[in-house]
């Protein structure tokens, strides 16, 4: 039976502040690096056979404290990245409700938002269920963990399920560091647990 782990990165200091970061190459806050450690050796007592990450810093930077403690090498893969928001990157949540109140209101309603430079949900979904079943394939019939960002892991792990959009809405957020468990059996991917981590 295969196992993902999909992990959501450390804080970073635009996380701490609210700041949409989307494709923003971001390095780990302190405390990033800090939970990083904490959860590598979580995630090593999982006994991962493969590691994968976004290429995106605070991810390769995540991966890196897994890698030192299990002494796998990290694969990356740029379809892990976090969903693009183009012009709202680098806004919070207060800013970007005062410019684009509409739009804004559907995303927190995990409806589409039509913005040019947003990236479509479609398209966020089937890059990241590609890029986890590559993953997968990684380790058939083992464990693998996965380094990615809280909105791309949620549109990826409601992919692999077959989840329509208002069941995708309903999912948690990851906290930071912690991570989705799903395995594959026999009838395909079964969610086992969500935001664990400590």
Known sequence: ????????HGQTRWNATGRIQGQTDIDLSEI?????????DLIAAQR??????????????TAA?????????????????ERG??????????????????EFACWRAGRPVAIDGVEELAEVSARMSAALLDAAGR???GTVAVVTHGGAARRGVAALLGWPDEIVATL?????????ELRRGPHGWRLIGHNLGT
């Not at 948690?172 to 989705?180: D, E, V």
């Open 85 to 102: 928001y183009g012009p709202w990157e680098g806004l919070t949540d207060d800013e970007l409700a005062a410019r684009y109140p509409a």
């Open 172 to 180: 948690g957020s990851l906290a930071n560091c912690h991570w989705t």
């Open 32 to 40: 990033g690096h800090a939970q990083a450690e904490k959860a590598a």
């Open 139 to 141: 380790a058939p019939g």
């Open 65 to 81: 404290a897994i890698a030192a403690t299990t002494g796998i090498t990290v694969a990356t893969d740029p379809r892990l990245r």
């Open 48 to 61: 991962p056979d493969a590691l994968v990450s976004s290429d995106l810093r605070r991810a390769t930077e």
């Open 1 to 8: 039976m295969t196992r993902l782990l999909i992990c959501r």
